[in-house]
């Protein structure tokens, strides 16, 4: 430090700050007092930061939603002096700038963190004034933060009462200061005074004032007693070190998390309830700029009916709808969590600057250890200085994450909860705009990026900032030459921009066609039944493949590209610190172990903003990106019941509903905010293209009556309902509801069913009276179902009604409506789907028995109860043709032959239905929410990671480690050698070093830049030609350690991105084929979200996120060894602190493993109810509205975020509690390096470049700790997504494959089929569905099937196609014994007409024929002859699309659509099982006749859906618990009085 040589140091800074002797720069003593240097920065500046620091903590203490009582005089006190205090140092600070004191810089330090200090102390003071604090004294660390300050005041006044003492009053500025000192110690008097005053702290009143926020917001089934309620009244402490959370670790260690339940309840400022109240004012004031009264009468109301959730209230819906496209939601978001926010970049912007502290005292300390003699305060003052900022560091920025991610939670519980409220209110034509999936992902993907903006936000500013600051700190160092390596660095942004840019476009088209292949998928598994039944696995697989093959080459790319950037953040660091120190080298300067220390730790620090900008741009534009969506589906026109129906009373009092000249389209107007007629329509205009059209409807229903609404198949019944509901888009006339504010109780033609309890489906919410709900069951026919449930009412009937038949399903959606008691009922055809015997039930018992004094409007094909109805409306082509009396209407619709006996004789999906009439206890417990996450306890089984291993390649595995370790090793290498070279350097070099700058001037300068240093020239020529060829050896090894790293850098990315997208492709094959060759038992019991989600976010996790974390956990774990390494070497007495600090760490990171791993599993199992609720709200929106459900509805949505919500910010809780732990265990590695290196440097046995090694590798522990926990959990919860898609590909029960014989391509050729002694059972345990079956069909033979339900029709199908495998017997075609036929070979060579009319989302031509196999006249030949030709036409012919599951057909078309299929097939044997339930009977007997007609010479099997039509077989087979009880002729079977089939005939006049 001597010489020529002038260092600016910390000496020197802080002798420039305190105007102090550069030898003795900080004086604790001067003048018999304390030194104003003392004084002013620890008494004054520190505690101060520390009274910030601490009142910030509290600014977030939850507010309380009502102030109920006065508020006590000692806070008036305490306001009134802290502000006033603030407002004292403001003018104090004046002062100083006025006065130009020699230490004027530590006057403004001091007087700028007092200001600081009281205002942010102001704010927590304010805050704890509407808090539960508010009617005590407030927290008790209040005073003692006061007390702080005392002793600087006391100093202060000591000192300018000598400084006036000395100079008399001619300073009158001095006096100021003193008269302005005396006021803040009179004000730190009147602080105190405020404690004097009593404040209430009985229990009643703190009840009173609180007790609304008392109240639990999850109404649940769970206990909640003993939960604790997470940080909230939690000490400073505890909140500082999570010390609240170590009980829920505790029970997560003993394995005790296993229920959402069982974590902590959220602080009160977080609840969904309390934020979404916060977020909807926001909303208001947004809304109504000015602050009309409207908004804040609606603000009380809703702060006074806290039962009701605030969205849902009609009052504010009214305010909503309408003007919601005024609303931008990031204004309101702003306006919600802005401020505080923001406030939070203060906390980033402390600790970024304090990271680069780090680095410069690092320098200042080798500097130190390198000079001989230096004193041993320095070096102490460099230790505590890097103690202190690596501990304030870490604490700021953890403190920064954890506010940050409360605040993204109560974001997303803001946004998660409009979008859902927004869903209920949007109109249905609005609506249609977006399938199902496109709506779940505004509240999945697309909230998660919105939110994640939160976490990105403030790096976007933050960035640059490091950025410029280190390359300053740069120039400091190594003066220009820091150009010749950040120049590469510069020159990298645009290639980093361009990449960043390519990557988001792959993004975009993989995801796209990714959400292609899950919408395939999702069509797939809905429709898997035909899919088997039509041996079409083949052809869809091929297509999954074809969708999956356009992914992975985006994913192909998107990974190399990842490689790419992968490489240059690995080989930056390595090429800016060799092309800065060949560039300083040869400028002709020296490098010193200082230097080159403080500059590699100063480039690692300058890599982190060049990598990371384009990933946060990318972040903050794809944030950008979803919140337009997200904007764009809030902006949708709003369903507004107050314009759709007319005001106005209609003339004859008695009417419910009136009609006059109404048309409705299921499509918007065009003017979205209008509902008036269009310009270029007129009432009897033409219909819009694609969009069903009801026109010029005049209709009267009068109370009380029973409407009865017939006609054909498409002619609009369904959308007759639908416009008195107000789903549709009235397009001129006049519609009015008289008590529709009540509801409707509607039972829509798709029974929707909630999952959930038999009994909650019926109760819908309402409270439970026991003999209404009785009389609802008798009338429903659900009494012997209910029998044969195995929970009776509590059996939980799984998704979508998954275990009932569809039968059970209808009755169970007609309990609720009719549980409801509505005045108005809506009844859509539901009596399809029942057999004779219940459909007669349901008339006399409930349409026309317990609804015999409501308003009924039925719809129906049944015309058999038409002539009960009191008026009878015909419909036709979107028009009412004739309103009457049922004998005026039904003369009009030609009867078909014995209409006595049009019944369904069986329900439909009897397949289900047989399965579940044994004791199901093992197929409900299997269908409990949380049934499967339960089975994944624990550790991952190492079979997890071998399956990966087995994945991604044993060679390329070990390939990819060998380049990890290849790396690692040639990095430390190349460190090793540049501190080998520096003492080589220093040993051998006696040369002068000279500064080329000797200005004087810049050794006053704050912070100058470092001297450029050369040889002095009084070297002969042979020395230094030796110096240089040395120099030359040098740096040549140098460089080539740095190019075998990056080639070795370049061999690991791109060998990691092959093995990422080869095991992709791998585990995605497998578990296609797996799941599509799974038996049918599996489907029947497995609901469809849990397979999807392995198709969905699971496989995205193997291709996308498990390689990102694994990549990082293996970068780190090497990066961890060779640093321990490195260190150990360099200075091997930091052995001693690193045992115990191992042996910390592995105790830290277990205890926290274990619970991280179940919160991670709980935030997926909450999750789910959160998507699969919204998906179940959006199937049944039209009865959630109708009925009039959708304030419930969105109290349970809150209730499951908040269960979600609670689980997230416990895990987000737990990571920060680590993180604070790891970051102490970094901040003693450093201090212990640095102590041992200042005790070794005394006893002079230090090699300063190796310390200085040690110690920029210990500056970058704690990220790397933390980083090595968070990636290994982060791999284990994304390996979990390995385990879930392994147990699919491995453990799921498969259909045989294998076949013992093969048959020619004509069999069977006759069509024979033969049962001999089948007996079926779905699973151990219970009873037979076949039960000894024995009957032989004769070749060419037409037979009809008919029975009971579950007495085994469907079960003869199942087992004819081999969906279950028989347990006994033989079935055989042509003799041919069908269980030695391969599959594919027996499922091709028959036909069937399913129940069920499912259609995938694709053309009309794709549905008839998806191999392509016929042209197109045979396919419109097909659909003529299905009575569908025009219809498809219309929708725009054979290459039009369906919609999704064909939505644009009506229930009845579908069901043509399928028989359409079935007359395209060559088979032989054809089996029709109900295939026309929906169809009216006019087309039913035309459909009949087409039949007879194409296949007369085939085996015909139908299972009857309406007796008359297997009166003409040839036989019909009654089927009775399994058994075959008669099998004969027709006619036969007629004569015989005490036949089983008589008994049926009769079915709809008495009980069998």
Not at 576 to 600: D, E, H, Q, W
Not at 1018 to 1029: K, L, N, P
Not at 1236 to 1261: N, T
Not at 1470 to 1489: F, R, W, Y
Request: proline letters at 4%.
């Amino acid at each position: 430090m001597g010489g020529s040589t002038s260092v600016f140091g910390a000496a020197e800074f802080i002798s420039e700050l305190c105007h102090t002797n550069v030898d003795r720069p900080f004086p604790v003593w001067q003048n018999g007092t304390i030194s104003p240097c003392v004084n002013q920065l620890l008494l004054g500046s520190l505690a101060h930061a520390i009274i910030a620091i601490i009142s910030a903590c509290y600014i977030s203490v939850p507010r309380l939603t009502h102030i109920v009582s006065s508020l006590p005089i000692g806070w008036g006190f305490r306001t009134a002096s802290t502000v006033l205090m603030g407002i004292l140092f403001f003018g104090d600070l004046v002062l100083v700038f006025e006065l130009q004191a020699p230490d004027i810089y530590l006057d403004v330090l001091a007087d700028g963190c007092g200001i600081l200090a009281w205002m942010v102390h102001f704010g927590a003071v304010l805050a704890l004034q509407r808090t539960m604090y508010r009617r005590t004294r407030g927290p008790a660390v209040l005073p003692f933060l006061l007390i702080l300050s005392i002793p600087n005041l006391a100093f202060i006044l000591t000192a300018y009462t000598q400084e006036i003492n000395r100079l008399g009053v001619s300073e009158p500025l001095l006096v100021v200061r003193l008269a302005l000192t005396v006021t803040r110690a009179a004000l730190v008097l009147v602080y105190l005074f405020g404690y004097i005053f009593p404040c209430y702290r009985t229990q009643r009143d703190l009840v009173s004032c609180n007790a609304e926020d008392e109240v639990p917001l999850i109404v649940s089934f769970e206990p909640n007693e003993g939960v604790t309620v997470a940080e909230d009244g939690c000490n400073f402490l505890s909140r500082l070190l999570y010390l609240w959370l170590n009980p829920l670790l505790k029970r997560g260690k003993r394995g005790e998390l296993e229920r959402p339940c069982d974590v902590f309840q959220l602080p009160h400022r977080l609840r969904t309830k309390a934020v979404n109240l916060r977020f909807y004012q926001c909303w208001q004031k947004c809304l109504h700029p000015r602050g009309q009264e409207k908004p804040a009468r609606l603000d009380r109301l809703s702060r006074e009916n806290l039962q009701d959730n605030s969205w849902s209230e009609a009052e504010p819906e009214r305010i909503c709808e309408g003007t919601q496209h005024d609303v931008k939601l990031l204004q309101v978001l702003h306006k919600a969590f802005g401020l505080r926010y923001y406030l939070l970049g203060v906390l980033k912007l402390v600790a970024s600057m304090l990271a680069f502290a780090g680095p410069l005292l690092l320098g200042q300390l080798v500097g130190f250890m390198e000079t001989e003699g230096a004193p041993l305060s320095k070096g102490v003052w460099c230790t505590v200085g890097l103690f202190a900022s690596t501990f304030l560091a870490a604490l700021l920025r953890n403190v920064f994450v954890y506010e940050v991610s409360k605040v993204a939670l109560e974001a997303r519980a803001a946004v998660i909860s409009t979008i859902y409220s927004k869903a209920l209110k949007v109109s249905a034509p609005a609506l249609a705009r977006f399938n199902m999936g496109e709506v779940v992902n505004f509240m999945s993907t697309d909230t998660d990026r919105v939110v994640n903006f939160f976490n990105s936000f403030h790096e976007v500013w933050s960035l640059p900032f490091q950025f410029v600051l280190a390359l300053y700190l740069l120039y400091l160092q190594v003066g220009v030459a820091f150009l010749g390596g950040v120049g590469v660095a510069v020159l990298l942004v645009p290639f980093n921009k361009v990449l960043a840019s390519r990557i988001l476009e792959n993004n975009k088209h993989m995801l796209l066609h990714k959400d292609g292949r899950v919408k395939l998928m999702t069509e797939i598994l809905f429709g898997i039944r035909v899919l088997k039944y039509y041996n079409w696995e083949e052809h869809f697989t091929q297509k999954i493949a074809e969708a999956r093959k356009k992914e992975l080459h985006h994913l192909k790319v998107l990974k190399y590209l990842d490689a790419v950037c992968v490489y240059t953040w690995a080989a930056l660091p390595v090429v800016i610190s060799i092309l800065t120190f060949i560039t300083y080298v040869l400028l002709g300067n020296n490098l010193t172990a200082a230097k080159v220390f403080s500059t590699l730790a100063l480039v690692g620090m300058l890599i982190l903003p060049l990598n990371a900008f384009p990933w946060v741009l990318n972040g903050t534009l794809e944030a950008k990106v979803s919140l337009d969506r997200i904007q764009c589906f809030l902006t949708l026109q709003d369903q507004d019941l107050t314009v759709y129906y007319t005001q106005v009373c209609p003339e004859d009092p008695l009417s419910v509903v009136q009609m006059d000249q109404a048309s409705f389209s299921w499509k918007q107007p065009v003017d979205s905010d209008s509902v008036s007629v269009p310009d270029d329509k007129t009432e009897n205009g033409s219909p819009p293209p694609h969009s069903f059209y009801l026109h010029a409807l005049n209709l009267s229903v009068k109370r009380g009556s029973l409407v009865a609404v017939v006609g054909k198949v498409g002619c609009g019944k369904s959308s007759l309902l639908a416009a008195i509901t107000g789903e549709l888009t009235r397009c001129g006339g006049e519609v009015s509801v008289q008590g529709r504010e009540q509801g409707f109780g509607l039972v829509a033609q798709e029974s929707w069913i909630q999952h959930a309890t038999v009994k909650d489906n019926i109760l819908f919410g309402r409270d439970f009276d026991s003999m209404f709900y009785q009389a609802v069951i008798e009338a429903c026919a659900l009494a012997d179902d209910l029998n044969i449930l195995p929970g009776g009412d509590q059996t939980e009937v799984g998704e979508n009604g998954v275990t009932l038949s569809g039968g059970q399903k209808s009755r169970l959606a007609f309990a609720r409506a009719v549980y409801m008691d509505k005045e108005i009922y809506l009844l859509d055809d539901p009596l399809a789907a029942v057999d004779a015997d219940v459909a007669h039930h349901l008339m006399d018992k409930c349409i026309l028995g317990i609804l015999k004094n409501k308003t009924r409007i039925l719809c129906t094909h049944r015309t058999e109860f038409v002539d009960k109805a009191d008026v009878v409306v015909l419909m036709d082509n979107g028009m009412i043709v004739k309103t009457g009396t049922p004998n005026e209407v039904l003369s009009l619709i030609k009867p078909p032959k014995d209409s006595k006996n049009n019944s369904n004789a069986k329900e439909k999906d009897a397949i289900v239905r047989e399965e579940v009439e044994a004791n199901e206890t093992e197929l409900e417990s299997e269908l409990k929410m949380f049934g499967e996450e339960q089975k994944q306890m624990g550790k991952l089984s190492w079979a997890v990671y071998c399956s990966f291993w087995r994945a991604v390649g044993g060679c390329l595995a070990v390939a990819v480690l060998l380049s990890l370790f290849l790396m690692q090793a040639t990095k430390n290498v190349s460190d090793w050698w540049l501190s080998h070279w520096i003492s080589h350097m220093k040993d051998n070099t006696t040369t002068e070093l000279v500064s080329l700058s000797a200005d004087p001037l810049l050794t006053l300068t704050f912070l100058s830049p470092g001297r450029l240093i050369f040889h002095a020239p009084d070297r002969g020529s042979e020395t230094s030609g030796s110096m240089s060829s040395e120099l030359k050896f040098y740096m040549t090894v140098y460089g080539s350690l740095a190019a075998a790293n990056t080639v070795f850098t370049a061999a690991r990315a791109f060998l990691f991105a092959y093995g990422a997208i080869r095991a992709a492709t791998v585990i995605h094959k497998r578990l296609l084929s797996s799941v599509l060759k799974a038996t049918m038992t599996f489907f029947d019991t497995t609901p469809l979200g849990r397979i999807l989600n392995r198709f969905s976010s699971d496989i995205y996790c193997v291709d996308d996120s498990l390689p990102f974390v694994l990549n990082i956990l293996l970068a780190n774990v090497f990066g961890l060894l060779g640093m321990l390494v490195v260190m150990t070497y360099g200075l091997p007495w930091v052995v001693l602190p690193l045992v115990p600090l191992g042996v910390l760490y592995y105790q830290t990171q277990c205890f926290y493993r274990h619970s991280s791993r179940e919160l991670k599993r709980l935030c997926s199992l909450t999750l789910s109810p959160v998507y699969s609720h919204f998906s179940e709200t959006l199937s049944g929106l039209s009865t959630v509205r109708a009925s009039g459900h959708t304030a419930r509805f969105e109290e349970e949505n809150e209730r499951r975020v908040e269960q979600n919500q609670r689980c997230l910010f416990n895990s987000n809780a737990a990571m920060q509690w680590l993180d604070i732990r790891l970051q102490m265990i970094g901040v003693t590695v450093v201090t212990g390096i640095s102590v041992i290196a200042v005790i070794q440097h005394q006893l002079k046995s230090i090699d300063p470049g190796l310390v200085g090694l040690s110690l920029s590798y210990a500056l970058s522990i704690t990220n790397l700790l933390s980083g090595l926990i968070f990636s290994f959990a982060q791999t284990e919860m994304q390996l979990v997504s390995i385990e879930r898609t392994e147990e699919y590909s491995t453990n799921i029960p498969q259909e045989p494959q294998q076949a013992s014989i093969e048959v020619l391509d004509s069999w069977p050729e006759k069509g024979s089929v033969e049962f001999v002694g089948a007996v079926l059972a779905y699973r151990p345990g219970l009873p037979n569905a076949l039960d000894g079956v024995s009957l032989e069909v004769l070749p060419g033979e037409r037979v009809g099937i008919v029975g009971r339900t579950g007495s085994g029709k469907s079960s003869l199908f199942l087992a004819l196609f081999r969906m279950v495998e028989l347990n006994q017997g033989q079935i055989l075609l042509d003799g041919v014994d069908i269980s030695s036929v391969r599959l594919g070979n027996l499922r091709s060579k028959l036909a069937i007409i399913p129940q069920d009319p499912f259609l995938f989302s694709c053309s009309v031509r794709e549905n008839l024929d998806p191999h392509g196999l016929h042209p197109d006249f045979r396919l419109l030949d097909a659909l003529e002859q299905c009575h569908l030709g025009d219809v498809v036409q219309r929708i725009g012919g054979l290459d039009s699309e369906v919609g999704e599951r064909g939505k644009s057909l009506s229930v009845g078309q579908r069901q043509l659509l399928c028989l359409a299929r079935a007359l395209l097939t060559e088979a032989n044997i054809l089996c029709i099982d109900e295939a026309t339930a929906s169809v009216d009977q006019k087309t039913d007997m035309l459909l009949q006749k087409t039949i007879r007609e194409k296949f007369k010479d085939k085996t015909v099997l139908t299972i009857a859906h309406r007796l008359n039509t297997i009166m003409d077989s040839d036989r019909v087979l009654v089927m009775h618990a399994g058994k075959v009880v008669e099998f004969d002729s027709p006619a036969a079977l007629c004569q015989r009085e005490d036949s089983f089939f008589q008994k049926l005939l009769r079915g709809g006049e008495e009980q069998v």
